[in-house]
């Protein structure tokens, strides 16, 4: 991709003012020195900015999708394979409005289950503060507010699973399991701008 930073700016909605320019160039510095692009920069001609991997490897961008089969195919590990795993998200949650809605901390929660769910709609998932804190770095207040907010939407299922049955009756312990219901962004979400009548609808 090759094009100026005033370019960019209109395309973010900065318009063409010097600020909105110097916040475009000021990210992609970030984005270079982190190793998600390279940023390769020609003598009188808008720099160039290549994508490389998201994981900040600094190899080349591959389409997830494709890098995961190839390895698949080749018999690779499953750790070798998790690397380009990815998650599709329902287009419900631009489209009704969801995104507009929901607190950062119950996005991220929802993009957490939807990657510990690998693809496996069916599978209860089960997710301990350790877990949450060490592999995807959220504090243990944003893990259960977003569960707690995704819950109340009816965005995911909460019930109780045992664990381990003692020797007496009493001994079960059980832990909470979720499970995700993407068609419920299939639908408005109540109160949502989105589905207020059209103020203009009268005038057409």
């Known amino acids: 991709m090759q094009y100026p930073a005033q370019e960019w700016a209109l395309l973010l909605g900065y318009g063409s003012k ?34 490389l991997s998201d994981s900040g490897n600094g190899r080349p961008y591959q389409p997830p999708g494709i890098a995961f089969k190839r390895l698949k195919n080749k018999g690779s590990s499953r750790a070798e394979r998790d690397e380009h795993l990815y998650v599709q998200l329902p287009a419900g949650l631009w489209t009704n409005g969801w995104i507009m809605e929901l607190s950062g901390a119950a996005i991220v929660m929802y993009l957490v289950l939807l990657h510990e769910q690998r693809g496996d ?44 049955q003692g020797m007496f009756a009493d001994a079960v312990r059980t ?9 419920t962004l299939g639908r408005l979400r109540a109160g949502s701008i989105f589905s207020q009548p059209d103020p203009f609808a009268a005038l057409s």
Request: charged residues 30%; without cysteine.
């Open 18 to 51: 010097p600020a909105g320019v110097r916040r475009v160039q000021e990210a992609l510095r970030w984005l270079n020195n982190e190793a998600f692009v390279e940023i390769r920069r020609k003598p009188g001609a808008p720099s160039a900015v290549h994508l």
């Open 121 to 164: 709609e069916k599978k209860q998932i089960w997710l301990s503060p350790r877990i949450g804190r060490e592999l995807y770095d959220l504090s243990d207040e944003t893990r259960r507010k977003g569960l707690h907010e995704l819950a109340k939407e009816g965005l995911i299922q909460v019930s109780r699973r045992a664990l381990h």
């Open 175 to 183: 832990r909470y399991v979720y499970e995700l219901s993407p068609g």
